[in-house]
């Protein structure tokens, strides 16, 4: 693989693999300390609908696919606080229909002829300077963001009702948070697809918690837990010609079990 850095998109491949490892990291601590791991699910499926539109309209993948994300995010955080009997319906409906707008307005493309499998899988190799761009600026955000509301976001993660006595505005926080893994999903697509998305956002924060005792920690842990996932799981795929993002997930995977098998034998 070493002489395959000196190629553009294998440079391209690995900063993006790189950035969106530390910022799944981040946001994939936060969605599992408070019990999201569902909601971002249906955010990330619920997301093809803004590739279908971005594709039908003729915009940008990016720009479609973060404004549909960010708007089922919204819809969710407003469902999953005024209504919580019904979470499971609206999570699958959500996630249902904007599937399926995504595929409908595909097929209604005119001369669209593009692997809808990369969208599906990812597409790492494929990232270009503004993939780049849009990556980096949303790590400064998420960055910015953790770090100037650590301490509400740290209360809200653990103890909401605590927060709320506090002052703290657990609704804005609890919103926050899910128009952030909104952000993330929509980057972490490039990589490995809505279909293994959720897999890049839990499985190195599994093994991080074993290792890590605070939410700082567990966040940074998890950042450097995935980008040695991905940069594995990228010189797999290059040196056997496999799809990038499963090769990712099955590393991902694969670790997984090793260390479960090991704190289990410890």
Not at 132 to 156: C, E, H
Request: proline content about 1%; some cysteine.
């Amino acid at each position: 693989m070493l002489e395959a850095i000196n190629y553009e998109f294998m440079q391209n491949a690995l900063i993006a693999g790189v950035l969106v490892s530390f910022i799944s990291g981040v946001i994939g601590s936060l969605i599992v300390v408070n019990r999201m791991v569902f909601l971002a699910g249906g955010i990330a499926h619920a997301a093809y609908g803004g590739i279908g539109i971005a594709i039908y309209g003729g915009f940008s993948i990016f720009l479609g696919t973060t404004v549909f994300a960010i708007i089922a995010a919204l819809f969710m955080a407003f469902i999953t606080i005024k209504q919580r009997e019904k979470i499971d319906i609206f999570i699958g409906l959500i996630w249902a229909v904007g599937m399926a707008i995504g595929i409908i307005l595909v097929d209604l493309t005119p001369g669209y002829n593009v692997d809808m499998m990369s969208y599906l899988f990812g597409s790492i190799l494929a990232v270009n300077n503004e993939d780049l761009y849009y990556m980096g600026g949303l790590f400064i955000l998420i960055s910015f963001a953790v770090n100037f509301w650590y301490r509400d976001i740290l209360a809200v993660s653990y103890d909401s009702e605590y927060a709320s006595l506090c002052g703290i505005n657990v609704k804005f926080f609890y919103t926050l948070i899910l128009v952030l893994s909104a952000l993330t999903v929509v980057i972490a697509i490039k990589v490995v697809g809505l279909i293994l998305v959720i897999a890049l956002l839990t499985i190195p924060i599994y093994i991080a918690q074993g290792i890590s005792s605070s939410l700082y920690s567990m966040m940074l842990a998890s950042g450097l837990i995935a980008t040695f996932f991905t940069i594995i799981g990228l010189w797999i795929s290059y040196s056997f010609n496999l799809t990038s993002g499963a090769c990712i997930i099955l590393v991902s995977a694969f670790s997984l079990i090793i260390f479960m098998i090991g704190a289990k034998l410890k």
